[in-house]
C-alpha cells in the first residue's frame, strides 16, 4: 500500500529530513509513525501526499510509484489519501455538511451524488444530527470529527492523521482515536502521526519511531520508546 525504498530528501545544502528509509505499509494497517519535533515524521507525510519529492529513491502508493508525479496527477492521488490535520482548516462560513462536501464539489460530483454520500459519513463521524452547525457553533471534538468527515468523503484507501489530538483535551482525544479505529476496521489504512505517548501505547498496532531522518525501530505491536 504504501512503500520507501531507499527515500532520502535534503534541503537546502545540508539538511537531511530523511537518511535512505525504507518502510512498507500493507494495506489495512493502522500504523503509528512517532518521533520527536524535526525528526523527519512531517516530511515522511508531505512525500506520501506528493507535497515533496524524495531527493533519491522512490516513494510507491499502491501499485503507482509516485517519485516523479506529473502536476495534473496529484489530485488523483489525494482522492485516494484522506489528510487529517491538528489545526482543522474548517471553512467557518459553511456549516459541517458543506465542509464536509467542499472536496466533492471541487472534484465536480454531482449535487444528487454529494447528498447521498455527505450524510452517510456524518453519520460514520457521529455528526448527522449537527449537520448544519457552523465551525464556531462545534467543540474541538466535533470539529476535528468534521475535518475527518471531510477527509473520508472520497473513501480514500488510505487515511493520514497528523497529530489529530494536538489540540484536545484527554476525553475527545479518545474519542478520536476510538473514531480512528472504527475506520481502521472497514478496511482503510491508516497512519497516526503523533507525539502523544499514551495513545501510541494503549493501541496495541504497529510503532515506527524515527529520529535524526531514519528509522530507529519497527515493533509490530510496539510502544512509544523515546
Do not use: C
Not at 26 to 44: D, N, W
Not at 53 to 74: A, F, L, Y
Request: hydrophobic share 40%; glycine share 8%; proline share 4%.
Amino acid at each position: 500500500m504504501i512503500r520507501f525504498k531507499n527515500v532520502s530528501k535534503v534541503y537546502g545544502h545540508d539538511t537531511n529530513a530523511l537518511k535512505n528509509v525504507n518502510l512498507h505499509i500493507k494495506p489495512g494497517e493502522f500504523v503509528s509513525i512517532v518521533g520527536q519535533s524535526g525528526t523527519g515524521k512531517t516530511t515522511l507525510i508531505k512525500l506520501i501526499i506528493a507535497e515533496e519529492r524524495p531527493s533519491s529513491g522512490h516513494v510507491i502508493i499502491g501499485d503507482w510509484d509516485i517519485t516523479n508525479i506529473k502536476p495534473h496527477e496529484i489530485p488523483i492521488l489525494r482522492r485516494q489519501i484522506g489528510v487529517i490535520f491538528q489545526d482543522f482548516k474548517l471553512l467557518p462560513r459553511k456549516t459541517v455538511f458543506e465542509n464536509a462536501a467542499f472536496g466533492l464539489e471541487v472534484a465536480g460530483v454531482h449535487s444528487k451524488r454529494i447528498h447521498e454520500i455527505v450524510p452517510q459519513v456524518l453519520k460514520i463521524v457521529g455528526l448527522e444530527k449537527k449537520m448544519n452547525r457552523f465551525p464556531r457553533q462545534l467543540s474541538g471534538g466535533e470539529q476535528q470529527r468534521t475535518v475527518i468527515a471531510r477527509a473520508l468523503v472520497h473513501r480514500p484507501k488510505i487515511l493520514v492523521a497528523d497529530e489529530p489530538t494536538g489540540n484536545l483535551d484527554s476525553i475527545n482525544s479518545q474519542d478520536i482515536i476510538s473514531l480512528l479505529k472504527k475506520i481502521n476496521e472497514f478496511g482503510t489504512t491508516v497512519l497516526l502521526v503523533t507525539h502523544n505517548r499514551d495513545i501510541v501505547n494503549a493501541l496495541r498496532k504497529r510503532v515506527v519511531t524515527i529520529d535524526h531522518g531514519s528509522i530507529v525501530s519497527d515493533q509490530a505491536t510496539g510502544r512509544y520508546i523515546l
